[in-house]
């Protein structure tokens, strides 16, 4: 192998990302998860008995990077081919080239860059030649495999998740360039040990990223010094990592939901900020607050309903950022209110019940009778009209004839359900007492 720090390429025109991309394991910052002595990755990597496999994770993280140094550890032709702008018929024809090399003893080692992006038909055409050993197949995604890609393929790879690199990462690889011989020989500039760490924390886990701040603040400074000042200058305010249609979406709304859930205000807070300056629609949170109020509040305080519902409404008349307070508003008061589930768990024993007992007839007492047919036929006969009943409780069954009284709805004991529940109590105390004299009178 090329004991090379980085890329020997001597056009210097090539941006930093890929001139300074890691030539060697020892060279990679992060990932000690899969690169430590005890790792099983490396394990396998160093018996090799490294299949076919994925690497999951965020924009920047080194999946590529490792992808290549993998390749040339084990001494395999690498061909990288990316699902954006690939197809079946490009597949073919890398097998087939893949298929000659192995008569002549070279393995192939094909890396499909975005392979989430290829459907479940495209990818089928990696299976026989990944399960004949003619191609060992490495992907990379940024999205859960579990969900974008094939079983029957997830099922012949291993699948590595990375992580996002931390500040401390980025800044020992920024440190790395900057000492290294290519990096003298390209600049004389000089950088802040503060401007290396503000840059570092500003790229958000993404060496690629961090490396474009490098290359572009080297090309401002000259021959001079890259001061924090400077760095800030550029920076201003980097995006945070959020897809609103990937897994980080789903991620952060459910960190927010059981922030909410475990009545941590500050949490909440955060989480709520996090979404919302990633670039997330405001009113989807708005939505997931208003099914947050009734599912995980309910009656133990019913002013939550009211409270998302009007922090949605006053978004939509001010925007961002005035009305994101508003939402901020709703969070903090939903964090901290009494939390009851109690109308959610009736709600889906109610489902589960009427899907169970199929379409029962609804009783006659219980239907309308406006012509005299229907009053023939004994519709509305021996309805109890509440307002004219004693105490307003009427005694017949207002549930489907033959199917028990069941109870779906059981309070809690928070909040404001605490006295509903003794008001339920009440209610069905007395209605009790009034069939047992009903039943008296009929014994008569």
Not at 2 to 19: C, G, I, Q, R, W
Not at 20 to 47: C, M, T, Y
Not at 390 to 409: A, C, Q, R, W
Request: charged fraction near 25%.
């Amino acid at each position: 192998m090329n004991k090379t720090l980085f890329t020997d390429k001597s056009d210097l025109s090539v941006p930093f990302a890929e001139l300074f991309r890691p030539r060697l394991l020892e060279d990679i910052v992060g990932q000690k998860h899969l690169l430590g002595v005890d790792a099983a990755f490396r394990r396998s990597l160093d018996s090799a008995s490294l299949g076919s496999f994925v690497f999951w994770g965020p924009p920047g993280c080194g999946k590529t990077t490792l992808a290549l140094i993998v390749a040339d550890f084990v001494e395999e032709f690498f061909v990288r081919f990316s699902a954006v702008t690939g197809g079946v018929k490009d597949v073919r024809k890398i097998v087939a080239e893949a298929s000659l090399r192995r008569e002549a003893g070279q393995g192939t080692m094909l890396f499909v860059d975005e392979i989430h992006r290829f459907n479940r038909s495209q990818q089928d055409a990696f299976l026989p030649h990944v399960e004949n050993g003619t191609i060992r197949l490495v992907g990379a995604t940024t999205e859960n495999p579990s969900f974008h890609v094939n079983a029957p393929l997830l099922s012949r790879c291993s699948v590595y998740v990375l992580e996002p690199l931390m500040a401390d990462d980025l800044a020992e690889m920024v440190q790395r360039v900057l000492n290294s011989e290519l990096f003298k020989k390209m600049n004389k500039v000089s950088f802040d040990p503060e401007a290396i760490q503000l840059i570092a924390v500003a790229a958000d886990g993404d060496a690629r990223r961090c490396l474009n701040m490098l290359e572009q603040l080297s090309g401002i400074a000259g021959d001079g010094l890259v001061s924090r000042e400077m760095a800030a200058g550029l920076i201003q305010e980097a995006p945070l990592l959020y897809d609103n249609s990937g897994e980080e979406h789903y991620n952060l709304i459910s960190a927010l939901h059981k922030s909410l859930r475990s009545s941590d205000v500050d949490a909440s807070l955060y989480w709520l900020a996090r979404m919302i300056a990633s670039g997330e629609d405001p009113l989807y949170i708005g939505r997931r607050l208003i099914r947050f109020a009734s599912e995980d509040i309910g009656l133990a305080d019913p002013s939550a309903l009211t409270i998302s519902m009007r922090a949605v409404d006053a978004y939509r008349f001010l925007g961002s950022p005035e009305g994101d307070l508003a939402l901020a508003e709703a969070v903090v008061y939903m964090a901290l209110a009494p939390k009851s589930n109690s109308v959610y768990a009736a709600w889906k024993l109610v489902l589960k019940t009427m899907k169970s007992l199929g379409s029962l007839r609804v009783p006659l007492h219980l239907r309308n009778a406006p012509t005299a047919l229907m009053k023939k036929l004994d519709y509305g006969k021996g309805y109890q009209y509440a307002h004219t009943q004693d105490n307003g409780i009427v005694t017949h069954n207002n549930l489907p004839d033959g199917m028990k009284e069941l109870e779906f709805y059981h309070p809690s004991n928070s909040g404001r359900e605490i006295r509903i529940s003794e008001e339920l109590e009440r209610w069905k105390q007395i209605r009790l007492n009034a069939r047992k004299k009903e039943r008296k009178q009929h014994d008569r």
